[in-house]
T-cell receptor, first 115, second 113 residues
């Protein structure tokens, strides 16, 4: 498996524009997480899904943020409208339910810059 | 209750030295404590993890020490190498739950050649 795949790797957009980040989890994983990483706040969990169903979105900062998981192999994180303070690296991670170790596999991230 | 506090924020060590990163938690329900390593431009990757039924776990040059009564755990990197230069995150979760990791704030380690 190629691991968790995120696209794009880099995104530069103007304030007010819509931004869509994409994630393909590892096949067979039934948990998917979206994190945001900034220097000031570190790694923050935004939302996570279990079997494509959103379980906890309490980390989503504002209504401008939304996430979907239409099927087991694809998820999106959308920001509309984007603001300069949304500039960060956004990570998607996936893991598999079951007994034993709890390892989350992270993608390489999308570096978002809103100007 | 959900916080994991990590220190130091940054650490500079000479090649061959010992790097020590500390974390403390409050939620006594946490029972799985992984450490993640992140290189620039990459996502975090699992390095080593421990459960509270043991006080120490060693994998190569990396050792986790765990003090359940103090609710603290630490990562020791023996014989630190320049290739170990990265950001290290401690984390905690309740196994069997939704696998929601609570991360520390991260430590940027620089190992000088």
């Amino acid at each position: 498996d190629a691991g968790v795949i995120q696209s794009p790797r880099h995104e530069v957009t103007e304030m007010g524009q819509e931004v869509t980040l994409r994630c393909k989890p590892i096949s067979g994983h039934d948990y998917l997480f979206w994190y945001r990483q900034t220097m000031m706040r570190g790694l923050e969990l935004l939302i996570y899904f279990n079997n494509n169903v959103p379980i906890d979105d309490s980390g989503m900062p504002e209504d401008r943020f939304s996430a979907k998981m239409p099927n087991a192999s694809f998820s999106t994180l959308k920001i509309q409208p984007s603001e300069p303070r949304d500039s960060a690296v956004y990570f998607c991670a996936s893991s598999r339910q079951g007994a034993g170790n709890t390892e989350a596999f992270f993608g390489q991230g999308t570096r978002l810059t809103v100007v | 209750q959900q916080q994991v506090k990590q220190s130091p924020q940054s650490l500079i060590v000479q090649k061959g030295g010992i790097s020590i990163i500390n974390c403390a938690y409050e939620n006594t329900a946490f029972d799985y404590f992984p450490w993640y390593q992140q290189f620039p431009g990459k996502g975090p990757a699992l390095l080593i993890a421990i459960r509270p039924d043991v006080s120490e776990k060693k994998e190569g040059r990396f050792t986790i020490s765990f003090n359940k009564s103090a609710k603290q755990f630490s990562l020791h990197i023996m014989d630190s190498q320049p290739g170990d230069s990265a950001t290290y995150f401690c984390a905690a979760t309740v196994s069997g739950s939704a696998r929601q990791l609570t991360f520390g704030s991260g430590t940027q380690l620089t190992v000088l050649p």
